[in-house]
């Protein structure tokens, strides 16, 4: 299934690929692919690629943005970073994020075996070092994914705590199938228009 819809999906959307690597190259300095360490099924580490929407230094000024992020609860050290409006991201960054189509170069780390079309998303290390309890390294035995349970559920809300997200990614842990995937996958296209 991975490797079928993978495959297929690189071949038809190989225009759009093309177009928005020339207009990352033409808008902005940097390298056309964003890759960061990730972990994902079992904590196995890998390079998870995305189109790159921020500017170069994105990584180094993290820091200075962290006052931004959606998921600070009661000025408790975060397990996950999200910012709103995060004014690192560039022009085309803005466009390619809210479609998710950021995300398409990740059917590369399908094709690989790093990743399946559903599953939980692979996190940075500096999250998923923050997982480590009996309960929440439960979502680690999942397939890392494109897309998952708490994609569908409530992506890009802002009313979306941090322990409804690992519960969401736990259930799917222990719960997922064939036809759990196949729901996921209907529910995916339109969750992908953030609001």
Known sequence: FDICVASTAILF?????LAIALLIKITSKGPV???????????????????RSMCVDADQSLDE????????????EPFFTKI???PRVTLIGKFIRKTSLDELPQLINVLKGDMSIIGNRP??????KQLTTDRNSQRFIAPAGLTG???????????????????????????????MDLKIVAKTLPAMIQE
């Open 65 to 76: 943005y962290a006052h931004l992020n959606q998921y600070t609860e009661n000025e408790e």
């Open 13 to 17: 959307l190989s225009p759009v690929l």
């Open 33 to 51: 692919l964003y890759s960061s360490e990730r972990a994902g099924t079992n904590y196995k580490v890998f390079n998870f690629l995305k189109f």
């Open 149 to 179: 349970l708490w994609q569908v559920s409530k992506r890009g809300k802002k009313d979306m705590s941090v322990q409804e997200r690992i519960d969401l990614d736990i259930e799917y842990a222990a719960k997922h199938s064939i036809m």
């Open 123 to 128: 996190l940075p290390l500096y999250e998923a």
């Open 84 to 86: 709103q409006n995060d």
